[in-house]
């Protein structure tokens, strides 16, 4: 799934060049949950699930402030997978976006749409 290319810079750079399929079709999966979660949470009404008769409306709104964070973390989530998608066709994809360097098999594996390294990951 994953190689270790060898490229023309000096003796000991190593190139990773990764399953594209592979990671094409992890991260296509993943922003298909990802719409279908943002989907469920139904964020754009107002009024939710919520009983009219439900006398503590600090629960409503608390529950209803939940549901914004949780859609803001998915659409956050969204684009880091569509960037990925976007290093893919770039051919720039399993290269950290700050040192170039490549980002470690395991890393990928976890996390497909990783965009540093362990060494530049904040």
């Known amino acids: ?3 270790w290319l060898s490229t023309s810079t000096p003796v000991g ?3 990773f060049v990764t399953d594209a399929e592979g990671a094409r079709s992890s991260l296509e999966r993943e922003h298909a949950s990802l719409r279908q979660q943002m989907a469920e949470l139904d964020i754009n009404d107002e009024a ?4 009219d008769n439900f006398a503590d409306t600090a629960q409503v709104a608390a ?6 964070a949780i ?3 998915l659409q956050a989530e969204l ?4 960037s990925a998608l976007q290093r893919l066709d770039a051919g720039t994809y ?8 490549p980002i470690g098999e395991a890393r990928l594996e976890a996390m497909p749409a990783a965009r540093y390294c362990i060494n530049c990951a904040d």
Do not use: I, N, P, T
Request: glycine residues 10%; negative net charge.
């Open 48 to 51: 939710g699930d919520y009983d």
């Open 63 to 68: 529950e209803q402030g939940e549901a914004r």
């Open 71 to 73: 859609f803001r973390s």
């Open 1 to 3: 799934m994953w190689a």
């Open 94 to 101: 399993g290269l950290c976006e700050k040192c170039s360097a």
């Open 13 to 15: 750079r190593l190139r």
């Open 79 to 82: 684009a880091d997978v569509e």
